[in-house]
Nanobody
């Protein structure tokens, strides 16, 4: 059974940090591009960061709004992806989702259930 389970969300003050985790099971995690997305109330879901592998090396991409503050990483041996979030701002408040996708004859696209991040004083 395919699963992505996020954890690590919570309430944090502006300027604080959180580390989100995404544990995968039921598929070959290392073959998939992993992304973190977020959705704030009344807004569309947006990509925050993504990590893939090219030639054995990880490649990362970030939304402009989080570049320099967030870091995405993965541990394929543990089937886990992380999102380290520093210098958090109130506008980072959202439900954060983990996504894994791969194209192999067709798209395989998996989502977690989300973890809430609230940045407030």
């Amino acid at each position: 059974q395919v699963q992505l389970v996020e954890s690590g969300g919570g309430l944090v003050q502006p300027g604080g940090s959180l580390r989100l985790s995404c544990v995968a099971s039921g598929f070959t995690f290392s073959n998939f591009v992993v992304g973190w997305y977020r959705q704030a109330p009344g807004k569309e879901r947006e990509v925050v960061a993504a990590i893939g592998s090219t030639g054995g090396e990880d490649t990362t991409n970030y939304a402009a709004s989080v570049k320099g503050r967030f870091t995405i990483s993965r541990d394929n041996a543990e089937n886990t992806a992380y999102l380290q979030m520093n210098s958090l701002k109130p506008e980072d408040t959202a439900l954060y989702y983990c996504n894994a996708r791969q194209y192999a004859s067709r798209w395989y696209n998996y989502w977690g259930q989300g973890t809430q991040v609230t940045v407030s004083s």
